[in-house]
């Protein structure tokens, strides 16, 4: 079965009864890259009683742990869907808060796909009892995939007296590239526009201003990255569609008082 179907993962967990809420039986179980493979089956009730009060099942491999009731006497239950990583370390991430409640009853209290409805993608995240932080990279103008220092947000999600987790605290890394990112947007469609108040803004060397192509586009490559840093020159590369022909640009950037500016653009191997 290992062979022909890949890790198969099947775990029962158990939260005992407290007031008027009756004991809760977890089944979870995920089979390695089958796409929707990863179950979650909450049985309220023991013995010939118990039934299933809820379930959902995810793409990705689920793990689920039981957090300790606070003052409330809540049984909470947080399951976790992650899928395997890409080749730039990225992985898809669900989370569900699942909490009991009187009369059997079992209802999702919160849940990623509420915070991130077209799905959210980590470079790493971990979970304690009421917390589950989380650390990505937002998608901005230009991002890409694979690239080394790029923006990112590590999230804290606390759980709140009223149920459900909350934004407790955001740490932000690595801003200048999502400023570079915009400056270098803002180049493009001020050349495509022939947007001369933007241009001038961008690119303050009348001479190099007046020698940039109209037809530069991005290129999706990595930022060059000098000694010193975003502190230094940061080389962006672009490509001019001259007469059918791409020809690539090297547009060198330093961030000053007022916000990134091209310093030389050249076009390479000309």
């Not at 992650?82 to 569900?96: D, I, N, T, Y």
């Not at 060397?205 to 230094?232: D, F, K, T």
């Not at 020809?247 to 310093?263: C, D, E, F, H, K």
Request: net charge positive; charged share 20%; aromatic share 8%.
């Amino acid at each position: 079965m290992m062979e022909s179907w890949g890790g198969a993962t099947l775990r029962v967990l158990r939260i005992p009864g407290a007031g008027r809420r009756a004991p809760i039986t977890l089944g979870l179980y995920s089979l390695t890259g089958v796409e929707g493979s990863g179950s979650l089956r909450v049985y309220a009730g023991t013995g010939a009683g118990a039934a299933l009060a809820a379930s959902s099942t995810q793409d990705g491999l689920l793990d689920a742990r039981v957090w300790p009731a606070g003052p409330d006497r809540v049984p909470r239950v947080f399951a976790v869907w992650s899928g395997s990583p890409a080749a730039h370390g990225e992985r898809a991430l669900l989370a569900e808060l699942w909490e009991g409640r009187e009369h059997d009853r079992v209802e999702r209290a919160w849940t990623t796909a509420t915070q991130w409805p077209e799905g959210l993608r980590v470079m790493d995240w971990r979970t304690q009892a009421g917390e589950l932080v989380v650390r990505y990279e937002p998608r901005y103008p230009g991002w890409k995939p694979g690239c080394a220092e790029q923006f990112e947000h590590e999230d804290h999600y606390r759980l709140t007296s009223a149920g459900g987790l909350a934004l407790a605290r955001r740490h932000v890394a690595n801003g200048w590239h999502r400023e570079l990112g915009a400056a270098a947007d803002r180049l493009f469609r001020a050349l495509a526009e022939a947007d001369a108040r933007a241009l001038g803004q961008l690119v303050p060397a009348p001479a190099l201003r007046a020698r940039l192509p109209r037809s530069l586009v991005p290129e999706p490559v990595c930022e060059q990255v000098g000694p010193a840093g975003p502190r230094g020159p940061v080389t962006v590369a672009a490509t001019e569609l001259r007469g059918g022909r791409h020809v690539p640009w090297a547009l060198s950037w330093t961030r000053g008082p007022a916000g990134w500016r091209i310093q030389t653009a050249s076009p390479v191997l000309e």
